[in-house]
């Protein structure tokens, strides 16, 4: 059963409230015990948008900590000011790939943020982008007139530390994306990280990302014109990034694997676009590219956590064996492996690493390199 903490983040964790979850989550607030919903909302990365809606009921202020009333506050307000300037380096980005002749599209809370949510719902840690493979070399040039060193910030030394060669291969050759670039901020930033990934998933389908980004179109983004996946591969995207995340063992030793916005991504998208989506073709997509466990899995979970309708006609598009839903490693390991926990326990754990029983290829190469 889940906690009382646990269930209001699930009630608060969208856009648009019912009158229903209002009553229930009023009912919820004077039980709930403020350090664990801090602890969950802050693990599932949405604490922004849980607060958007608690900070206007009076019954919020009547039992909380004046503490947690602080640290709401400051994290909502400070993360408002962190998306504009978030926002600002996104079309810097996207217009500097586009001046020197390279096809990308922002990903995820880069858009969603402007595009679905609420002005300081919706969190950022860094920027994403898609880009083909066939890219890289204009993309490293691009980030590097740009100010941005492939590395990793030290906040003893406030210096960028450029990574080994042999880790930026690694990379390229074991994993979806190039390593993360960083450049020192000046604002309220220390540093600024970007992702760019050039396949969707781990199985490195190079034909979904060049077709996706070849077909793109340009949206208004927040007063701005930019180049973006159309509305079928964007959430096709989003899709594909939660499954790879909450499935493969990297991602569950950075204790990443898990998380509700990520649900709420996919769930307040299609909310958004639902009918402009072409459901159609987007089946078609999923099943030309393979990704339909990605699909499944997505809208199966929704359907559990919030219940909604509109994932029975998705999910009666698939004829799959359920199995999948519980394990993880497949890219990993010579098999899946089947989860422990069940997924709410899972989702609303701190992390989920006690059931690696090995660790992922990128951890050994990165202790290969420590000598241990």
Not at 67 to 83: A, G, P, R, S
Request: glycine fraction near 4%; aromatic fraction near 14%.
């Amino acid at each position: 059963m889940l906690s009382n903490a646990a269930q209001l983040i699930i009630n608060l964790s969208r856009v648009h409230l019912t009158k229903e979850i209002i009553e229930e989550s009023k009912k919820l607030i004077p039980q709930v015990d403020w350090s664990r919903l801090f602890t969950l909302a802050v693990k599932n990365k949405v604490i922004q948008l849980v607060w958007s809606h608690l900070r206007l009921f009076p019954e919020t202020y009547e039992g909380i900590d004046s503490q947690y009333l602080k640290i709401f506050n400051m994290m909502y307000q400070t993360n408002k000011e962190k998306n504009k300037i978030t926002f600002q380096e996104m079309v810097k980005l996207s217009k500097a790939l586009e001046q020197e002749g390279t096809l990308s599209s922002p990903l995820k809370g880069g858009l969603l943020a402007y595009e679905v949510f609420s002005e300081g719902q919706r969190s950022m840690n860094d920027l994403d982008f898609l880009i083909s493979r066939d890219d890289l070399m204009k993309v490293v040039k691009v980030m590097k007139e740009l100010g941005y060193v492939m590395g990793k910030y030290d906040p003893i030394t406030k210096e960028i530390k450029q990574v080994s060669r042999e880790v930026d291969v690694f990379w390229k050759i074991n994993l979806n994306n190039l390593h993360p670039f960083v450049k020192s901020m000046d604002n309220i930033f220390e540093y600024f990280d970007v992702d760019f990934s050039f396949y969707l998933d781990m199985a490195k389908n190079h034909q979904s990302t060049v077709e996706m980004l070849e077909r793109g179109i340009y949206r208004n983004i927040g007063g701005q014109s930019l180049y973006c996946l159309d509305v079928e591969d964007f959430l096709i995207q989003v899709c594909t990034h939660l499954f790879k995340e909450a499935t493969n063992v990297f991602w569950v030793s950075q204790k990443a694997d898990l998380n509700l916005i990520k649900f709420c991504d996919v769930r307040e998208y299609v909310l958004q676009y639902q009918y402009e989506i072409d459901w159609d073709l987007f089946i078609e997509r999923v099943r030309k590219y393979g990704y339909d466990k990605a699909i499944y899995y997505c809208f199966y979970y929704i359907k559990v956590l919030f219940n909604d309708d509109f994932c029975d006609q998705i999910l009666a598009g698939f004829d799959l064996d359920e199995n999948f839903l519980n394990e993880y490693g497949q890219n990993d390991y010579d098999k899946s492996v089947k989860w422990e926990k069940d997924f709410m326990n899972r989702l609303f754990s701190v992390d989920n690493f006690s059931e690696i029983k090995e660790v992922s290829m990128y951890q050994k190469f990165i202790n290969n390199q420590r000598g241990q």
